[in-house]
């Protein structure tokens, strides 16, 4: 028979174990690409101590490339990655229940010399385009179903070459090339360099139909992670968005990232920063959910089943509100 004295130091256990269990920070595994952005702010949270505020232990891990997150959230080797809701739709029309909720509206751009004649759609017939990302990219799909609207089919008529972005951007900064479409940071580090924004993404984007700025990019996570962690993701993306305020307001936040990105001057991070902070997501998410049902049906027409797999619309259940996860 237990004594009164044992009882009660086995309840005092129970009751500290329940303590520390309670206390205990959320962990959050993030895969994040190496030449993203999301480390930047996942580096502030974490310098600023925001993460041990929010309650939250955050693991990072990077990766080389976006294929590799997406096999990081499908092995279950990642609790969140960072992807755009054109894989999530996919995703979740062969029945993977993913969800997906802005990270940022930057865009890329086609990408040309600062003399170049080249200054819209039109005028690519008969040069030498190089795009990142490969033959599906969206942005890619996105602009060739603009030019087909005025009879130009830009992967007949241009020459075109495929590849990853550092080497995109090389190959138009060495003069391989005559025009490049890249993702938004390799933009700014080709207009660091001298080179200009010939054709927005933006631009096409409204042009198909888009009424503002949508976020093709976002954080994705599964529909049984998001139900057994709401208050976590909340406090994660409340700290996400305190970091971005700090990138925001403190020019000196920028030093790591500068020196990360091995910039030579000042002028080369602010193309960055301006970048980055025009990528802050600042329409609703019903408003962006929207236009990209629009932009979902142009790519489903040009890129097929092979890009979007059986859904012929958006599924608009991907789009995951964290203000309103109650």
Known sequence: ??????????????????????????HLRIAIQKTGTVGWEIAIIKARGLDKAAGLEIETTELATTDAGKLAISSGGADMIVSDWLWVARERALGDKLLFTPYSTALGAIMVAKDSPIHGLADLDGKSLGVAGGPIDKSWLLAQALARRSGLDLAKRARISYGAPPLIAEKLAEGESEAALEFWNFCAGLEARGFRRAIEMSDIETALGAEGPVAMTGYVFREDFAAAHKDALKRYFAAAAQAREILAHE????????????????????????????????????????????????????????????????????????????
Not at 1 to 25: E, K, N, P
Not at 258 to 285: C, F, H, N, T
């Open 251 to 326: 020019t000196q936040a920028w030093g790591p990232i500068k020196a990360q990105l091995r910039l030579a001057d000042d002028a080369a991070l602010e193309a960055y920063r301006r970048r980055y902070l025009e990528g802050v997501p600042k329409r609703s998410l019903a408003a962006q959910a929207a236009d990209a049902g629009k932009l979902y049906k142009i790519l489903a027409e040009t890129g097929g089943r092979e890009l979007v797999g059986p859904a012929p619309d958006l599924d608009q259940a991907l789009f995951y509100d964290p203000t309103h996860s109650e």
């Open 1 to 26: 028979m237990l004594s009164s004295r044992l009882i009660a130091t086995l309840a005092g256990l129970a009751v500290l174990g329940f303590a520390c269990a309670a206390d205990a920070a959320d």
